[in-house]
């Protein structure tokens, strides 16, 4: 009996955390507070990037701050409620709800906000490493895209090198899990870069 309690709280959480992923909040701030729907302006995105392009600066802000929780919160269910399983696992399964939200058709965002939470509640030093990594990354090309995919890119080389001396196989597989989501979601804008016609970050409204 207690083990099929345990089977049924790792089964809630990994479903609370694919709903948490799901939350579309770009799609919602969009609606409530500007009466519109932002997969029909900029890229069509729900992600962070697009919502700073539509909705302008304070909102975007929120939003990526919403994203990044998403996979924060996610992470740490699994140690809160001493569930058994590996807490990157449910981070996994809210990016997943992330780019592919239940609530908003299963077209969701590009993975990176919500990616960056996981790492976030697992390794802070990595995460504030990675933020500055893209902050200086976009400071100096103006492409969001490129900042996300070279952040992608060093995670996976650092998460080589740290499994080489640590062991952390879940970690490894995550990261590299991850590193492939970015690059999937970046697909189109990874050969709009290659052909020098990927948009340069313009974050649309200053409120």
């Known amino acids: 009996m207690k083990r099929e309690i345990e089977k049924l709280i790792q089964a809630l959480i990994l479903i609370i955390a694919y709903l948490l992923g799901s939350i579309p909040s770009g799609l919602i701030a969009g609606k409530v507070f500007f009466g519109l729907d932002i997969r029909e302006h900029g890229s069509g995105n729900l992600g962070a990037t697009n919502s700073f392009r539509v909705l302008g600066k304070k909102a975007g802000t929120v939003v990526t701050a919403v994203d990044i929780l998403k996979g924060t919160v996610a992470t740490l269910l699994p140690i809160w409620f001493d569930a058994g399983i590996h807490p990157l696992i449910a981070g996994l399964v809210a990016v997943i709800g992330h780019m592919f939200p239940i609530f908003a058709g299963f077209r969701g965002g590009k993975a990176v906000a919500t990616s960056a939470g996981v790492l976030l509640a697992y390794s802070p030093l990595v995460f504030l490493f990675l933020v500055a990594i893209f902050v200086i990354v976009l400071l100096l090309t103006k492409y969001v895209s490129l900042a996300s995919v070279l952040a992608a890119t060093v995670a996976f080389i650092y998460a080589i090198i740290h499994t080489i001396y640590t062991n952390d196989l ?26 020098k016609t990927e948009p340069k970050a313009s974050f649309g409204k200053k409120n």
């Open 170 to 195: 879940p970690f490894l597989a995550a990261i590299t899990a991850i590193f492939f989501f970015v690059l999937f979601r970046h697909r189109a804008n990874i050969v709009r870069l290659k052909n």
